[in-house]
C-alpha cells in the first residue's frame, strides 16, 4: 500500500508515497529511504483508503487526494518492492501467502464504490463524513468500515452517501450504534441496514433530478470535523439536511427550522456522551 501525499502518511508504516506519474508508470518513494523509487504499471494498481479519518469529500475519487494505492496483482514489481522492505525469507513467504489467498480475489471482493465508516469517534478532529463514494471500486485496507453493495444505479450511490452524512441519517445511527467509550461508536453492518431512507423506487424523475444536483453541489465541497459543523455552522450540512428534508415532503422554511433542529439535537447527543467520560 502507498499514500498520495505525505500528509496522508501519518503513521511510521506508511512508508511508500507518491512521486512521479506518466500514463506507462506510477512512482512510490520510500520516506525511510528517499532514494530508493518503486515503479509500478497503472494496470496493476487500485484505489484503496487506509482510514477514513481527515477525508473531508464525499466524493473520493483518486485525482482528487482521497484514495491512496494497493497493489491489485502480485508481480515482479511487487515482489521487488516487498524484498526491498523485508529480509529474502520475509518477502518470500508473505508473497507465497497473498499468492495462495488469491490475492486478486480478495481485492476484487474487499472493493466498492460506496464505504461506510463503522467506528469512530464523534467528537474527534479528524472525524468529518462518514460515508463515501468512489467512480471506481476502492479496497477498504485497514479502514474499519464496510463495503456498501445492492446499491442498482449510480445515483442511489450518491443518495445513499448524501443521506448518511446528513444530520437525519446521523441521528438514526448514533441511536442505533454501539456505545464504546465516550463518544466512540461502533456501527454493526446490521446497523446501516435499519436506517430508514427514501425508497428508491418510490423517487420521481424530478426528484432525482434534486439528488443529482446536490450531489454536484456539495460532494466536492470540504468540510471541517462533524463538531465542527455542528456547533458553527456548515453550509454542506445545511444544504444537505434542507435537500433531503425537502425530499421527504417539507416544505423549505419549515425544512429549515426541522434542519436546524435536527443539528442541535445531534451536537446534544454528541454532548452527552462526551460528558460520560467526565470525573
Known sequence: MACRSEDRALKASDRLVLGKTDKNFVEFKDRMNPEAKYRFSPKELGACIRRFSFSAKMDIRGQRGQTDFISTKVGSNLETTMKAFYSASEGNRYLRSIKRANWERIIERGSSRVNICARTDLAAPGTMLLAFRCEEPVFLAGAYGYNVRGLKHEREEKLFTLWFNSTTG???????????????????????????????????????ERIEDLWLEVSNESVQSLMTQLEEGSSVRTKIDISLLKLLGLEHTEAQANAARLQRGALAGIQMLLRTMEK
Open 170 to 208: 446521523l441521528i438514526q445511527l448514533m441511536a442505533k450504534a454501539t456505545i464504546t467509550r465516550g463518544s466512540w461508536i461502533k456501527l454493526e453492518q446490521f446497523t446501516t441496514e435499519q436506517v430508514k431512507m427514501p425508497d428508491p423506487a418510490k423517487l420521481t424523475e424530478k426528484q432525482w
